[in-house]
């Protein structure tokens, strides 16, 4: 919201400024038969988000859109800060002296980053999901004795497209993609056991592209004895505020998509990558991070730590060549962390699983259930045909991302995601309809 109301020792020194006795009198040249006599019929207390959608001017479709960029609510103050002059660039700020304020924001994202996935040490963000993943098996090389990455083929698609493309000129044999269950939408334990060894670099998306839930106990136990180097994918940030963090499963890197907080969906971006990992891993993460110092004379000071110059200025010699950062994303990440609170996170997490369920049996009572049977956070499944679909979105009601070009072997079916955006009249509009 970019209204904010004035108090009434605020309007009255509005009033005293320009000269007035009271807010009438603003209006004075206009004909008291033009004017509205009585106060608007405005309801009222509501929430922010209640209020934005009473005064759109057009309504929004009803849309279940996810798959790795999701709708989600945005508090006003997150807008109100990243808007401010002083953050009106990413550039990388390389000098400290007059970077402050902008090296504190990517020290306090990291903070929060690496607290939320459980880790001990978080970059100061990436381009997005898809390069934090190819990064992080490049990463993965880089240690001993790793040769190849398996991926399991329930991660997020595109994410999977790029990381071939990173590896294409790396003398890499292909990725090792892991089958999934075609009943639970879960990997395959026993095909993951067989796929992964010493010399291997693991990622295991969860909650997978599918909305599946990874069994991660499991998955840990034969990483942690068989795999030289693994991670976690996550694409949907704010599962993090209700599922276990992913670092207390003992992976060597989690990464993912945290558009989730604070940034809207737009069109498709931009979009705010992270990669959060072990201290034994820092030095060949990519990226850069902010570090809490001390100047001369024993002052609190920030600056950017843990990279070496040819990080920036020597491409043949850098760790990675991620330059650009998304420093506003993650500035807007962490004041949409900072104003929601770890209670906040976790009550928007909870609506979203919630809606999910609710949805999902409105759908069950017309006969239309997930085609995968695991468990799901915000987003499941369901068989749809191609024809179903666009009738749906020629109605205005979109009912997800349709996935069979993706993954043939399951059919005509579509990704549906609910989020704490969806009211409950849209759930029941798309159910009336599908």
Not at 254 to 282: D, I, M, W, Y
Not at 290 to 297: F, H, I, R, T, V
Not at 308 to 318: G, N, S, W, Y
Not at 386 to 401: D, S
Request: aromatic share 8%; proline share 6%.
């Amino acid at each position: 919201m970019s209204y904010v109301s004035h108090n009434g020792a605020e309007l009255r020194k509005i009033l005293e400024t320009i000269g007035i006795a009271s807010p009438d009198e603003v209006f004075a040249s206009i004909p008291e038969a033009l004017r509205y006599g009585s106060p608007l019929a405005v309801g009222g207390p509501e929430d922010e988000e209640s209020l934005r959608r009473d005064l759109a001017f057009h309504p929004s479709r009803v849309t279940f859109t996810g798959g790795g960029i999701h709708r989600h609510y945005i508090p006003a103050v997150v807008d109100a800060i990243a808007s401010r002059q002083e953050f009106s660039t990413a550039y990388t700020p390389y000098q400290p002296e007059i970077s402050q304020g902008t090296l504190q924001a990517a020290f306090e994202y990291q903070s929060m980053m690496a607290g939320l996935t459980g880790m001990e040490i978080s970059n100061a963000s990436m381009y997005d999901g898809a390069t934090a993943l190819a990064e992080a098996a490049l990463m993965a090389l880089r240690g001993k004795g790793i040769e190849r990455i398996a991926v399991t083929r329930s991660t997020q698609p595109t994410y999977r497209s790029v990381l071939a493309t990173y590896l294409a000129h790396t003398g890499q044999d292909g990725i090792r993609e892991i089958p999934f269950d075609p009943k639970t939408g879960r990997v395959d334990l026993r095909a993951l056991e067989e796929s992964v060894s010493p010399d291997t670099a693991l990622f295991v998306q969860s909650p997978n592209y599918f909305g599946v839930i990874e069994p991660m106990e499991q998955i840990a136990e034969i990483a942690s004895h068989k795999a030289g180097f693994w991670g976690v994918v996550i694409t949907e940030a704010l599962s993090l505020g209700v599922l276990t963090p992913p670092g207390a499963f003992g992976p060597d890197v989690v990464l993912g998509e945290a558009q989730s907080f604070g940034n809207p969906a737009n069109a498709g971006g931009p979009l705010l990558g992270f990669l959060c990992t072990r201290k034994e891993h820092a030095r060949r993460m990519p990226g850069r991070v902010a570090g809490l110092s001390k100047d001369s004379e024993g002052r609190q000071a920030f600056c950017l730590t843990l990279s070496t110059r040819e990080q920036h200025i020597r491409r043949e010699k850098a760790t990675s060549n991620i330059c650009t950062n998304q420093g506003l994303c993650a500035l807007r990440a962490a004041v949409y962390l900072s104003a929601m609170g770890p209670r906040g996170l976790r009550e928007a997490a909870l609506q979203c699983a919630a809606g999910a369920r609710y949805l999902m049996g409105l759908l069950g009572d017309r006969g239309i259930r997930p085609i995968f049977s695991g468990p799901v956070f915000n987003e499941f499944v369901i068989p749809m045909d191609e024809g179903k679909r666009a009738g749906l979105e020629k109605n205005g009601i979109v009912p997800g991302i349709p996935i069979t070009g993706w993954y043939p072997e399951i059919g005509r079916a579509v990704l549906t995601t609910v989020t704490e955006m969806n009211t409950q009249e849209e759930c029941r509009c798309l159910a009336d309809n599908v």
